[in-house]
């Protein structure tokens, strides 16, 4: 049986998977964490091709801020951005900036808040993460406990605004597009 129809029959790669992720947003959005495994991932690292280039990796710590702490775009990692990000801004109505970040094998990033909801996508290797189940000082939301998983290439891990997050366990370098949603300027 055939669940999803028409939905999605001559869409690219990419803006099926921004259809994903945009109705897993519409879903989670500021209600807690999820993970998803978005249709059309191939599209977003058509780029990708094993070499690592740009500045240096900035060094993991708390309270990372999107758009001023991460690596711009490197070369080769992933194809697309501008229209992943306009894409879903678009669906979610809001404004989505994007940057890199790079984990170093072994490295930890612990303590961070998100400032804004968050999309923490691998582009390339794998890392483990934990998003604690409330903002600091609010009732609990959807999770009884932490959510701890291992994050590879082709997920998707939404963090909503104030919620605490670390990434660490990176047994090689990992690279992850974070992507951020801002709400709209008028």
């Given at each position: 049986m055939d669940y999803e129809g028409d939905w999605g029959k001559g869409a690219s790669g990419l803006e099926l998977f921004v259809r994903d992720l945009a109705l897993c947003l519409s879903v989670h959005r500021d209600r807690g964490p999820a993970l998803v495994w978005p249709d059309g991932v191939d599209a977003v690292l058509s780029g990708n091709d094993g070499v690592r280039r740009g500045r240096a990796d900035p060094e993991p710590g708390p309270d990372l801020e999107p758009d001023r702490d991460l690596e711009p775009e490197p070369d080769g990692v992933a194809a697309g951005t501008t229209d992943l990000t306009s894409g879903l801004g678009e669906l979610l109505g809001c404004r989505v900036g994007s940057?890199?970040?790079?984990?170093?094998?072994?490295?930890?990033?612990?303590?961070n808040t998100a400032a804004t909801d968050?999309?923490?996508l691998p582009v390339r290797g794998s890392c483990g993460g934990r998003v604690e189940p409330s903002p600091p000082g609010q009732a609990r939301a959807v999770l009884d406990r932490a959510l701890e998983l291992r994050l590879r290439v082709g997920?998707?891990?939404y963090v909503p605004n104030g919620f605490g997050y670390?990434?660490?366990g990176a047994h090689s370098p990992c690279t992850l597009l974070v992507l951020a949603l801002h709400p709209p300027v008028w």
């Open positions: 940057s890199y970040l790079t984990l170093p094998t072994g490295a930890q990033s612990t303590g968050l999309v923490l997920e998707a891990l670390a990434l660490n």
